[in-house]
């Protein structure tokens, strides 16, 4: 991971080290060697360049000085389940996951469209390649998600971005006061501009870091967002959204590349907004975002401009915030790995026909599965 330029960081970083060690060898001159331990560490005011994230799948090399934002939230209990895994830790719940369960999230809806968040256990079905699977854990409630704001930077999002940039700001704002969030930039380059935090000052600066030029790689950086986020993110809900504005130009990896990294067990939900027009290249890009997002259980969304971006953002915090998170034991071993298509149904009396939204299937994590027997 490479840091962007900025000669006047340079300049500044080169001039406090300078006076940090003259002001240094005035101290040591006082003091005896034993007493050097005990001499407080020299500390910059300047903050730490952006990093680049890199077009494979290699872990990024991330380094911030920055420290993870905390603040207290009210988070609700589950509304059903067995309650064996959770764990109540002052006013919120924390869930204790079984590293063999597969874990989806759902949203449901009815048929006007209205999302139902009051049904029970008994009134969910899940199928994994076509046979029934036993729920063995059921909630719904409130949990801090890991999340990555993905934002295309090229040339032709110019005009758009400061809607963009307030859109994505609402949405941490919308979202639980305990999510990790972190940006990434992307043009036909990635660049993490801020790693995880919940601090919104620090997500501001980060967003507002504007190239606007070069072409789309809209592959690469969800490939590498993915990718980081499995690794570092700390909560077991994990979440990206990205926001672009064309079709992807300028990548070395493919959409069934891309597609393939979500689709690892307990993935990440993505959410697309696309910002597009109506030629040949738009269509192009509606397919790919559709696809990313029906693939992982999330959303796609396709507004006439940037100033419907807003609302967009915050109907996904409202839907984040509000799933059902159902697990279950496959009942074949995921030590067999390969792929496993997965539908979750729903019934409940006094409803008509609803709608279940969750990931399609997900690769199983046969090493991890092996490990645990």
Same mark, same amino acid.
């Given at each position: ?8 960081? +340079? ?42 994230? $890199? ?30 895994? +959770? ?104 660049? +993490? ?37 499995? @690794? ?34 307990n993935g990440p939900v993505v959410y697309t907004?696309?910002? +597009? ?8 890009? @509606? ?15 396709? $507004? ?38 997965? @539908? ?26 092996? @490990?645990?027997?």
């Amino acid at each position: 991971m490479h840091p962007r330029n900025n000669p006047v960081i +340079l300049i500044l970083i080169v001039a406090l080290a300078l006076t940090v060690g003259f002001a240094f060898g005035q101290q040591q001159d006082q003091v005896s060697p034993g007493e050097l331990e005990t001499l407080p560490r020299a500390t910059s005011s300047v903050e730490g360049p952006t990093q680049s994230l $890199p077009a494979t799948t290699t872990t990024p090399s991330v380094s911030t000085t920055q420290p993870r934002g905390s603040q207290p939230t009210q988070t609700r209990p589950p509304a059903t389940g067995t309650g064996q895994e +959770l764990e109540r830790q002052g006013e919120q719940y924390v869930m204790r996951k079984d590293v063999q369960e597969v874990q989806l999230y759902a949203t449901v809806y009815d048929q006007h469209q209205r999302m139902i968040t009051n049904l029970n256990r008994n009134d969910f079905a899940v199928f994994e390649d076509n046979q029934p699977q036993q729920i063995t854990s059921f909630h719904l409630m409130d949990v801090p998600v890991s999340l990555g704001i993905i934002i295309d930077n090229s040339g032709s999002m110019r005009d758009k971005r400061a809607a963009v940039n307030e859109a994505a700001l609402n949405l941490v704002r919308s979202s639980n006061p305990q999510d990790e969030v972190f940006v990434v930039n992307f043009s036909d380059e990635m660049w +993490l501009d801020q790693d995880y935090t919940n601090d919104i000052g620090k997500l501001k600066e980060a967003l507002e870091k504007i190239d606007s030029r070069g072409g789309t790689a809209l592959y690469d950086a969800v490939i590498a967002s993915a990718d980081h986020l499995a @690794k570092t993110g700390t909560k077991d809900k994990k979440v990206l959204v990205v926001v672009t504005d064309g079709e992807d130009n300028a990548s070395r990896e493919s959409l069934e590349r891309a597609v393939r990294m979500l689709q690892d067990q307990n993935g990440p939900v993505v959410y697309t907004i696309g910002i +597009l027009g109506d030629d040949r290249e738009a269509k192009r890009a @509606k397919r790919a975002l559709t696809q990313l997002s029906l693939e992982t259980g999330g959303v796609y969304f396709f $507004p006439r401009d940037a100033s419907e971006v807003d609302e967009i953002s915050r109907a996904v915090a409202h839907d984040i915030r509000n799933q059902y998170i159902i697990g279950y034991k496959p009942t074949n071993p995921q030590v067999n790995g390969g792929y496993r298509t997965v @539908k979750v149904e729903a019934k409940a009396s006094g409803y008509g026909r609803l709608q279940v939204r969750t990931r399609s299937g997900y690769y199983a994590e046969q090493q991890r599965a092996a @490990k645990q027997q």
